[in-house]
């Protein structure tokens, strides 16, 4: 399988590591990598016979810009020479996210998809702008969108609704899906500190970003949701489609007031099917123990499906980390290469 | 595709039903079945054509032997006459479980393997006796062996550690498997009774059997957990290196004593791998509420895998019932017309 990577951020990264790691695993399955190129902002490395694995962590252990890389390392390199690889199966898509635009990522996984290369993205601007469309593309030129970490990482929202519950109609969708929202209500619960100190302490301990407002306002949340629901649920909503309020307006004393009725304030996203109308909301909601959300700790994320005749399923983990993200883009290789249809 | 249904109990029923009313909905993903023999104990039907869905839905109504049926129904119909089929893509193999030959499943499914035929089966016999001879059978003659409805019905135990881990090595399970015990537990916890007492209400709602034995005894858990280690791990375990205690003797004061803590009493079964060896085990635990498994109430069941590179991750759900475990049969189907290698 030839394969080049775009992206060469931490996940860009972690993934070549696994590479390496994982080479004779998936050599097992009959799964035999040849890394035809990878480029990040400044250029890139295009070698058609294959980059080799240790160099290529050596070269990033010392961070150096790939063009630097000595064999096949180039300024300007870009796209199109990726695209010109002989018999390119995957490009796998790892550029930063713009939910305006959706660039770079668009244009990439665009231009790969009419070339009938299969893509694996990270990236959730494209997916949450234009899934159908590039769905459309990827069948017209028999080609595969795989998504898998735009929602959640590591933990499989994509894949739990997909696979898990194939054949069966999904009617609702519920999901603590931000660990960042999640740790900070969980911090203010425990001891008992008012919002701006709990996410002080997240942004600290580099839990949130310098600039949380995706997170704490819920964006990141309805993102995710409106991802799945597209998905899952084959809609085609935008993110203007969603009720969202985030956590900044939560109160220490609201989060008192759950406890002492034995429940905790959690930030769900919820996708809402009856016979007439789809509804989609993200809010901070009172979960009490028998919710299957209500035991989400953490940076943990989970969500849950109901479904028509698979009953209900939740699925919950998704470890936080640059090694469990670039997992779960390995996850969607390996699918891929077992012959699955996304 | 054209598939043959070998069983004909409720599952088989409710999986003739879901075939009718899900026809259009599969119809758009592109998989059109046609149903071309059904057997139960006394015979079959036998249509290379197509048996009808709606007619055969009617005649299941009046619960009459599957011989009566008016169109290629006939007594004496067997294994052979079904594979003699011309292109007979799938056979699902429903018979019931036996644990110490596999038979009649095993015999079944080894000759459709034989023959180049996928098969999709509920029956626990044959996969916990004989699986990677089963598997290497299916390897050599390219067809595949699904057996997601063995291991928890609707609860997706077999596909959350295949699909959603893919590229993950698995390096514990633990799982709340069987929903009778989960039951009687639960009952001795609310109303603070004996475990005879949980026993007869379990049995007299229909949720344990009148012989509980293999439930209570932890041997259903102990099976679906081999199973899940064999196909997971890539193990070849046999039902007797795994430590069985059921909860027969869990009682009320251990209950009690355990929910004084912050605790409740699962049955769970645990795979645990370490560098040097692999321990198999079912048996009561005290659960805690940080644990993911804590919260598996009344006939839920949930398994939870240890991954090197994708964390942990619990899935949670599975209802009970008929129309479920079809809809686990389906859902093999579903993934196998999708193209997934098993």
């Known amino acids: 399988m030839k394969i080049a990577v775009i992206g060469n951020g931490g996940v860009g990264k972690a993934l070549i590591e696994l590479f390496g790691n994982k080479k004779e695993k998936m050599a097992a ?52 020479e990726v695209l010109k690889i002989e018999d390119l199966d995957v490009l796998i898509e790892l550029t930063p996210t713009n939910k305006e635009t959706g660039e770079p990522g668009l244009t990439h996984i665009t231009k790969a998809l009419t070339k ?33 970490c735009t929602t959640g990482g590591a933990l499989p929202s994509v894949n739990g609704g997909m696979m898990d519950l194939a054949g069966a109609e999904i009617t609702s969708i519920e999901g603590v899906l931000n660990g960042t929202t999640n740790f900070i209500l969980e911090e203010m619960k425990e001891t008992g500190c008012a919002y701006g100190t709990a996410l002080r302490k997240a942004q600290e301990t580099g839990i949130a970003e310098t600039d ?82 209500y035991g989400v700790d953490g940076k943990n994320k989970a969500v849950r499906y109901t479904t028509d005749t698979l009953g209900d399923l939740t699925l919950m983990g998704g470890a936080s980390g640059l090694i469990p993200a670039a997992a779960s883009v390995l996850r969607d290789l390996m699918n891929l290469h077992r012959g699955y249809r996304y």
Chains 1, 2 share one sequence.
């Open 212 to 293: 949380p407002t995706l997170d704490v306002e819920g964006w990141d949340t309805a993102t995710k949701l409106l991802i799945l629901t597209n998905v899952l649920m084959q809609e085609d909503r935008k993110l203007t489609d969603v009720v969202v309020e985030g956590i900044t307006g939560v109160t220490a004393e609201a989060i008192q007031k759950a406890a002492d009725d034995g429940g905790k304030i959690k930030l769900v996203g919820r996708a809402q099917k009856t016979e007439k109308r789809l509804t989609l909301a993200v809010k901070p909601e009172v979960l009490f123990s028998d919710h299957p959300l």
């Open 29 to 80: 399955e009959g799964l035999n990598l040849t890394l035809c190129a990878h480029l990040d902002s400044q250029g890139g490395i295009l070698d058609p016979d294959g980059i080799r694995l240790p160099q290529l962590m050596a070269h990033n252990q010392h961070n150096l810009p790939l063009k630097e890389y000595p064999k096949g390392g180039a300024p300007h390199l870009g796209l199109e």
């Open 116 to 148: 009938g290369i299969h893509v694996i993205t990270a990236n959730k601007g494209p997916v949450m702008l234009a899934y159908h469309r590039l769905k459309k593309l990827a069948e017209k030129h028999e080609a595969q969108l795989w998504i898998g």
